[in-house]
């Protein structure tokens, strides 16, 4: 499989376009939500883009949580916000997820063979779920910012080259576009170690100045997570989620 790292729009448009696996990287806090949620065991997720399509697709679904967050905190009227801490609370409920970035890349990527959305909580998963699923292709993509496509997405470029790593460790994947960045950003991890690397990330200050810097180290923590989302159908203005790991789901 030739792997591609590529960042925000540009990556979901070239997994769809190419006919690629598309991998969503929003470290701080997409992925590791989203991961958290289906780990604690809720039902179902319903990952939408924007707040007004979350109270839509409520009344769909009038007995499930809301999830989610702008500005890193939850929108008026949302049960809870975009943190793993609070996954616990979906234990056997159906989610409605959005979120500034992580949610609409993944929308964005549906019309890929499979949109995925991993960090480093479950790269394990994301291996073994090609060696289950093998393709000719996969574009990680380091969410960045919806809003501001020049923002420095340090710890998503940390965690896509995490995911990378894993991969190439089978000798089976090669390195596609953007192999470069990936190559100095691994030269990071392995001198300062993932923690480190979010900690510094801009995206850190930003949960820092609402609060929620605790967060951070949580979303740091390798492989804490079997579940690997995978977006399995639309529903209702979103996309319906679900563990890759415990679905029968090919490329």
């Known amino acids: 499989m030739r792997v591609h790292l590529i960042e925000g729009e540009a990556g979901c448009r070239l997994a769809v376009e190419r006919g690629a696996a598309a991998i969503i990287v929003d470290a701080l806090r997409a992925s590791a939500t989203a991961a958290a949620l289906l780990e604690e065991g809720a039902a179902e997720i319903c990952a939408v883009r924007e707040v007004a399509e979350a109270f839509a697709a409520k009344q769909f679904w009038p007995d499930a949580l809301l999830f989610g967050e702008r500005g890193g905190l939850p929108p008026a009227g949302f049960d809870f916000g975009n943190s793993p801490a609070e996954a616990t609370h979906a234990r056997n409920r159906r989610v409605i997820f959005t979120t500034t970035t992580g ?56 965690a896509a080259a995490w995911i990378a790593a894993q991969l190439f460790e089978s000798g089976e994947n090669t390195p596609g576009e953007g192999h470069n960045r990936y190559q100095r950003v691994k030269e990071c991890l ?46 209702h203005g979103g996309l319906l989620l679900k563990d890759a790991m415990r679905e029968t789901v090919s490329l």
Request: with cysteine.
């Open 103 to 158: 949610a609409g890349r993944l929308l964005a990527a549906w019309g890929a063979p499979a949109a995925l959305m991993a960090s480093v909580v479950n790269s394990t998963a994301v291996a073994r779920y090609f060696e289950k699923y093998p393709a000719d292709e996969a574009v990680i993509i380091p969410a960045g910012l919806m809003s501001d496509p020049a923002f420095d997405a340090r710890e998503d470029w940390a």
């Open 190 to 235: 392995d001198a300062e170690g993932v923690e480190a690397l979010f900690l510094q990330a801009p995206h850190a200050e930003k949960l820092r100045a609402v609060g929620l810097e605790a967060d951070i180290p949580l979303c740091a923590r390798v492989d804490c997570c079997r579940a690997l989302p995978i977006a399995v159908e639309a529903f």
